[in-house]
């Protein structure tokens, strides 16, 4: 017997300053990672140049989930677009009018067994997370990126009933549904999922400009953390995060957040600053900031980032949740949010503490499912903290073991018994 439950992990990485606008020569553009087909010859990658100048790929390489060294003498034309195919060949079949293509990278050995045949693809773009890196010939990242199936780069959604209990899933229909991930302002930063989404039309715009493509866009809300991990009722609580935008004149961010009980108050907002006096660190450096004051013993709080730029347009993180599929798909707004619990438990074991901090309703659903749907995958969202012994490090969970982190991650990941 089986139960299931899936984390929603919350976790800020931090990362050095960089301007909001970026300039760079060539940028990944649009990825084919997971086709309907579920064909790994139909994967591919596209470049964007951005310049107004021509680059020559001579010596350039692609690195990560695959590997694949441009001939001599690749050029990108200025505000052109490079598609590398995993097999240029079956690509040209498929995208009849695309003509800047190169290729390819796959590989492939058929093996026979008890007369039953086996075809092994290498490499071939993961389907769930992979990094893509750009190497220019002095072997220097150009631009990487790292996607994946679920957190930024898709939405929570409500699941199917999966043995009476709905839970929540992560969904994007660039996830083997037909459509590719498009980045959507090539003048932010690519490496957040907030800049990409799934294409507009089927397959994908392989060679031609993105169909989401726009000029100015909602504020990226990054690495967005509250400190410290753990609370104690002595002690304030910071909420930080970087924002990214075209032009951070006119942009407006605040806190939304509430004490979460069995029937939780609405949120009540507070402005975060980048005035460097709201646990924001330095003045104007894009981190925005508000500081919390000092809560009761087992308080559970959760909350939600929003930024708004000049324009009125606005992005919240965590973003908003879906209905399920069969009950229409619907926006149910901000109902899979952040979460800290204040705990003045002191831990001085040796081994490492886990705690969980679990929303009531979620509670509610868990305890459906343990006992009376054992055999329910339903999935439920929490925070999960770790606390390594003798120590107040967490340690990153995002399938990257040697990373770390004070905070914990935001992705999904399966607890099994």
Known sequence: MKRSVALLFLVSLMLPHWATLRAQPIVI????????????????????????????????????????NFATNTVVGAGQYLVVAANATVFDEKYVTVGNVVGHWLSWTVTNVNGRSFTNFTPTLSNTRNSISLRDSRDNIVDSVTYADDGDWAVRRRSLSLSGVRGWEWFTEADGLGKTLELIQPGLDNSSGQNWSASLVAEGTPGAQNSIRAANIAPLIINATHQPVIPKSSEPVSVTARILDENLAGVSVSLFFRTNVASPPPFVSAVMFDDGVHGDGAAGDGIYGVVLPAMP?????????????????SRTWPAPALNASDLGSGNLGQVANAMFQVDDSIYSGASPLYKLIIAADEITTLSTIFNTSANSDAQVNATFISVEGRSNRAPLSDRHPQSWSRQPLRESAQLSN
């Open 29 to 68: 553009n649009e990825i084919m990672y997971h086709p309907a087909s579920e064909n790994p010859l139909d994967e591919w990658i596209e470049l964007y140049n951005p310049t107004a100048t021509n680059v020559n790929l001579s010596g350039w390489r692609i690195s990560g989930g695959i590997a694949f």
């Open 297 to 313: 013993n087992d308080t559970l709080i959760e909350f939600y980032v929003q930024a708004t730029d000049s324009g009125s347009r």
